[in-house]
């Protein structure tokens, strides 16, 4: 265990890892571009989330002063779990692509693609540094295979270019820090809740959802949808020793949606 | 007859593909940012049917569409768009591990080889659409199956584009478009040297231009009316090692 960069780490996902990171022991840093939400999270979680951080992922220079900071007010990083990223603040209306435009695309892949590039370019040689550690990105099940339902419903092509990215991303870094102790690996997030979408309103939709479109409000063959937790007890496991053999692959949590 | 728009013309791989789609009797429109090449290879081919040459940028969306619009225009329908333009170390960058990759060079690899390809579809398939039909064929990468060392973001772009291309499908279902990838790997290039990356290739060469332009000519062929979202391994087997 050491200390541990959680990016996103108001998101519903972020803050679900960021806390089973602690309950296995971590010391974690959140950071956030939301940071008034990362301290609040901070102090749910209790005296294992060390401190909070103001970080916007898609600034290159800004994600290396933060990860230097991290490193210098709390000692060395030894983990890093990357889930910044998903619609708000970013305006993506996840219309039909050749509706969009290239302002739209830029945005998206600035933060789910370019967003990873910075933070393990800025995180990982700290990893190195200590003498290696572990690192978990978020991709999702739509960079898994193009287009699963509930996401073909929201025209999700460049959403899904940018996620396959970050799991070949990933891929090279496993094979290139792996010689020095490091670990990297994905978990792959399927229809899972976020922080503008709680659980129970994603089941309140589903039914309108099914209504309009008969198959699309299907949640997954487990039957319900997928929690911030469920996604944090996958990181915690890939972080975990229990895992020392794993590096390069991509965790599909999907609930098996993409079975589908 | 019909009508091809092909991406990074002025590449061996951008030859291989003409070359191949000359012998089925496609019209062309090559295209390239180096103008000069692409006319070059106009010149060497001379297939006997109809081709002409853009100069044209894939990062510039305004370039592309005006060169979609010119095509369509011009032929009187763009019946494919083979996006060939891309690459890592023919863009001048070499392979670095990701922690010495610089954001000029992400961004430029990442601009070239993916947001190329949302550029020249973005443009082009609205086209298609009306037609109610043709063919798109990207040029992803072994790398893109499984990403490698040295090139991160070379592997990242091209997964980008194996999985853009998937989600396309189920997106654009009712246009009567197939939308497909290919997944060279060790391709040939006029900058490379004759052995390189031969060696672990489970066949025992590189691909080859003509390799490529066979797998892309038989997409775009009636043959393969039934297949989308592919992603076909022209490797050599590479991707497996």
Redesign the interface.
Known sequence: MGLAIVTGGAGAIGRACARALVEDGWRVALADIDLAEAEAVAHGIGPGAVAAYRLDVTE?DAVHAVAGRIAADHGPVTGLVTAAGGGRNLDLTFG???ET??EE?DRN?EVH??GV??T??AV??LI?AAGGGAIVNTASG??I???PPH??QR????Y??????????????????GPLGVRANCIAPGRTETRAKPIEEMERLQGEEEALRPGSGRASPLGRFGRGADMGNAAAFLMSDRAGYIT?ACLDVTGGIRLH | MATALITGAASLMGEGIARALGRDGWDMVLTDIDGKGAEAVARRIGAGTRIEVAEMDVTD?ARVAEVAKETARGFGAIDALVNCAGGLRGLGISRK???E?S?ED??KV?DTN??GV??C??CA??IM?AQGAGAIVSIAAS??L????????Y?????????????????CSGYGVTINSIAPGNAEAHWKGADDGASVAPLGRPTSAGDVGAAVRWLLSPEAAHVT?ACIDVSGGTTLH
Request: glycine share 12%; charged share 10%.
């Open positions: 290159f039909p692509f050749i435009g290239p695309w892949i693609l370019n590039y910075h393990c370019h990982l040689p190195i739509a960079g295979r193009g287009g996401l073909r025209f999700a092509s460049v899904s270019a940018c996620k396959a990215g970050v799991i070949a991303l990933t891929q090279a870094v496993a094979q290139e820090a390069g | 969306h591990p990701l922690v990759i954001p992400w961004r990442i993916l947001k949302l550029n579809v973005h398939l609205p659409k790398r893109g499984r990403g490698g060392p040295g090139a991160a973001h592997s990242a772009a091209k997964a980008g584009i194996i999985l853009f291309t998937q989600t396309m499908v189920l997106e979202g």
